[in-house]
């Protein structure tokens, strides 16, 4: 099983579009974050969210933590091509030093 | 513009050679984590350095992998003999040690193994 579970899998979207995707758990995080990798790179770190019910802004993602930090969620206004990729969720485990990564959101946005 | 380097980018080696990958963290971050990404495992953390001193290398199978910090500006990561299973990417990453909750770990492009 899963600690973080992502939906969905894959998405295949028009440029213009919105589009959430999720991370859930059954377990509380002290914090969690969100990465995009792009094709052939490495992920790279969107956000940081330490607050239950905190709302964060960059451009035009939207992240929220849920209220018992269990769940989070990304929303992408108006996606454009260069949106294109790989959206990771990421929580410390329980002893608080390795990061564990949900399996993604494979996001194609066609121009 | 700093960034984690790794070398080599590509790596096609037969069953039962040596593969050695090598990151370089950026300059000054003292925390070093090798992960291995694959389609059906996802991302999986293999080894975390601190200040040099492996912390936890849980994730590395034992008998074959290694994973050493021979100074603050190399880390390896070794696989003696490698196997099909293990093609994947491979990914180091790098942090200050200073996020507090959860730090930002700064991945470099990966190295991209292929065991035949």
């Known amino acids: 099983t899963q600690l973080l579970e992502q939906s969905p899998q894959f998405l295949s979207i028009q440029e213009g579009e919105n589009l959430t995707v999720y991370c859930n758990s059954s377990?509380?995080?002290?914090?969690l974050q969100w990465y995009r990798q792009e094709p052939g790179e490495g992920p790279v770190l969107l956000v940081t969210?330490?607050?239950?019910?905190e709302v964060k802004k960059l451009k035009r993602l939207t992240f929220q933590f849920g209220d018992a930090r269990k769940d989070s969620s990304l929303h992408i206004t108006a996606a454009q091509p260069g949106d294109t990729g790989l959206y990771l969720c990421?929580?410390?485990?329980?002893?608080?030093?390795?990061?564990?990564f949900g399996a993604g959101t494979r996001l194609f946005v066609k121009a | 513009d700093a960034r984690v380097t790794q070398t080599p980018r590509h790596k096609v080696t037969e069953m039962g050679q040596e593969v050695t990958m090598r990151c370089q963290p950026i300059l000054g971050h003292n925390t070093v984590f090798w992960y291995r990404q694959t389609m059906m495992q996802g991302l999986e953390l293999l080894a975390y350095f601190r200040n040099r001193a492996p912390l936890d290398d849980s994730g590395m199978p034992k008998d074959r992998f290694s994973a050493e910090m021979p100074d603050a500006t190399l880390a390896t990561l070794k696989i003696q003999p490698s196997e099909p299973r293990d093609s994947a990417v491979y990914f180091c990453?790098?942090?200050?040690?200073?996020?507090?909750?959860?730090?930002?770990?700064?991945f470099g492009p990966g190295t991209r193994l292929l065991v035949l």
């Open positions: 969210v330490v607050t239950g019910g």
């Open positions: 377990s509380v995080f002290s914090s």
């Open positions: 990453a790098s942090g200050s040690g200073t996020g507090g909750n959860q730090e930002t770990q700064y």
């Open positions: 990421a929580v410390l485990n329980t002893g608080g030093f390795k990061t564990i």
